[in-house]
């Protein structure tokens, strides 16, 4: 059943214009059957009218059905060359990340401004929307304001569960475990596609980031980010 996300208030749900945009282009039918996410909330509706599109609330669904991780995984993704950061935003969201910090370091190739990387944000929205109704995610990841690597360095200070993927780690193997298994978040990020410096490293060390491998072989920058969110997800589940 094709789920969309909206706000559900007093009974009636409204849906935001990208939504409706993408409602459009799938031609839903009349008393058609379809999910609505508000905040974690499923709704199992009907469609009540075309044009304008109005749907009906039929139930709240069970929460238990939820095919959202049990912990947080938070990334922090560099601006990557081409379509690749808009790739890594699409496919982190299949692979249930809740927060992505997007970070310009020393060896990123796509250099913006903030204000030019917010000329995007509603696109980047958009795409972690539509990945999010695809792979029937409760939430749609947020998306925080580019960065510094030095800014965050310093973030979630007291969470255990913080990963480095480096390239020279690659050989020497040191496997992600996970540390604290009752703590919620886990925070993961990967380089861009010239590296880390090794000031960046040390600087994430004191920290408390753990270096982690993800194998032998050096992969392309958005390959590493797949396979770090797949392992930490195999792990999480
Ligand atoms: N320019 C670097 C080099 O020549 O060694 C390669 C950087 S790689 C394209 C981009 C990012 O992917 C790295 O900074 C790291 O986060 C991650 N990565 C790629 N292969 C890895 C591996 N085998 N182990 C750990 N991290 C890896």
Redesign the pocket.
């Known amino acids: 059943m094709r789920r969309f996300f909206g706000k559900v208030d007093n009974q009636i749900v409204k849906f935001s214009k990208a939504s409706l945009d993408h409602i459009k282009v799938l031609r839903l039918n009349y008393l058609e059957q379809i999910e609505v996410c508000d905040d974690g909330n499923v709704y199992l509706c009907e469609v009540s009218n075309l044009k304008p599109f109005e749907v009906r609330i039929i139930e709240k669904k069970d929460s238990s059905l939820s095919r959202e991780l049990t912990k947080n995984i938070i990334l922090f993704c560099p601006l990557l060359k081409r379509d690749n950061f808009e790739l890594v935003l699409q496919k982190a969201t299949e692979l249930g990340v809740k927060e992505i910090y997007p970070y310009i370091s020393s ?1 990123v190739i796509k250099r913006v401004t903030k204000e030019e990387f917010n000329l995007k944000i509603d696109r980047y929205n958009s795409i972690l929307l539509n990945a999010s109704e695809q792979s029937n995610r409760d939430f749609v990841p947020k998306l925080h304001e580019l960065n510094s690597l030095e800014n965050l360095a310093k973030l979630y200070p007291n969470c255990q569960n913080k990963y ?7 050989i020497l193997g040191n496997k992600i475990t996970i540390i604290d298994s009752n703590e919620n978040d886990y925070v993961v ?8 410096s090794l000031q960046e490293v040390e600087m994430f060390k004191t920290y408390n980031f753990k270096l ?10 958005e ?3 797949f396979y ?1 969110l797949s392992v930490l997800a195999y792990l999480i589940e």
């Open positions: 060896r480095i993927a480096y390239e020279q780690e690659a990020l990967f380089g861009p596609e010239g590296g880390f982690v491998s993800l194998g032998k072989r050096i992969l392309r920058a390959t590493a980010c770090l």
